[in-house]
Structure formats: C-alpha cells, structure tokens
C-alpha cells in the first residue's frame, strides 16, 4: 500500500539510522530476516535489530511511495553497492517519488579521492589498500554454506564505484538540477540534519540536487 502524504521524508538503504520524522526504508535480506515469524525473533545476526520503524523496500524495485510526493530524499553508502544498471533504475525511481523542488542529497565512497590515495601511496601495499578501500576484491573466497548465506545477508560489497563528474552527469540524464557538491550539514533544509552523520562523510562524496 503506497503513502501519498505530500511533503514526505523518505531515506532507503538507512541501516539503525531510522529518525522518526522520516519513513525509512532498507532493502537489507537480515531485514527480511527479521521479520519473520518466530524464526526471525529467535535469530540475530547482527549486534541489534533494526529498528522497529525501519521498513523493507527496495529503491531498485520500487518503494511503496506515491510518485511526486516527497520534499526530502536521502541515501547514505547505498547507490554503491548496485550494478550499474541497478544504479540507473534507482535514480529513476528517486527522481518518481520527489516532488518538484524536491531535494536529493546523497553521500557515497568518493573513486576520485580514493585514487589519489592510491598513486600518491609509495607503499608496496598501496594496491592492496587501494582494494581494501573500494570494497571492489574478495580477500577470502567463502566456499562454505554458513559463511556464504552471512555474507549474502549482509550485502557489503561494492558494485560500482563513482567520482563527481561521472555520477553529475547521471543525474542529468535523469532530469535533476541545481546539482552540486555537498558537504555534510551544509543543506539548506534542516530535515537533513537527523539523517546525516559526519563519519559517513568523511573523505566520501557528498551531492545535492533538485527535481
């Protein structure tokens, strides 16, 4: 059932970060997990649950949101962990829901920085790092089923990585503007300051756009 209240809040992919002002939604399998009768009351696979105002939903699929409906859309350390062809859904799916002059603000890993990083490295280790960083390489293979289904529940890995230019020049496409870059706490709307956290900012690629 789609809520279609005009000036929503609506952050996806949030993780414990559920401010009850906002309707949050994560597409997280442990969430589903969670969920379920019995069973998911009697396992926990993390150090807590998910809040219980944190509602699964998927970007990529669709969030159960009224289309024009949103002022504020916010994502932190999501968009990096869909294909590229997910990625592209997603901000098709954000710009739906937004109203016009809605604000998207979104905060990801930043490839440019993360370069830098790597060539200014003199370290025989530097490439090592480099992977490490991205989340883009396997150190250990899990061939085993336990370990397997773990990290299939927890989603960590990194599909996709973005600079500034690569990922202005999607939004375009999908019509935002007034794009720029963000840095944290610098919105002008102040709804973004209880989904926000600074840590998550650091050294990462922070943008602000418009529908």
Same mark, same amino acid.
């Given at each position: ?10 952050? %996806? ?5 559920a401010p ?15 969920r379920l ?36 859309? %916010? ?42 990083? %790597? ?93």
């Amino acid at each position: 059932m789609k809520q279609s209240d005009h000036n929503q809040f609506v952050q %996806y992919g949030c993780g414990w970060s559920a401010p009850k002002n906002w309707i949050n939604f994560d597409a997280s399998p442990t969430l589903r997990f969670e969920r379920l009768p019995l069973i998911g009351r009697l396992y926990i696979k993390n150090a807590a649950r998910f809040p219980g105002n944190v509602n699964y939903g998927n970007i990529v699929r669709g969030l159960p949101i009224s289309a024009d409906s949103c002022r504020a859309v %916010y994502c932190s350390h999501v968009l990096e962990h869909l294909s590229l062809y997910e990625f592209r859904i997603a901000l098709k799916n954000t710009y739906k829901i937004l109203m016009t002059g809605g604000t998207f603000r979104l905060v990801l890993p930043d490839l440019e920085y993360l370069i830098k990083e %790597y060539i200014h490295n003199a370290s025989p280790e530097a490439a090592i790092k480099f992977m490490q960083n991205t989340s883009l390489g396997k150190e250990v293979r899990n061939r085993k089923l336990k370990p397997f289904i773990l990290e299939w529940l927890g989603n960590s890995q990194h599909l996709w990585m973005w600079d500034y230019k690569s990922l202005e020049d999607e939004l375009k496409k999908v019509g935002f503007n007034n794009i720029r870059r963000a840095q944290f706490g610098d919105s002008s709307n102040p709804v973004f300051q209880d989904v926000e956290n600074k840590d998550r900012w650091d050294n990462c690629l922070g943008i602000e756009c418009q529908k």
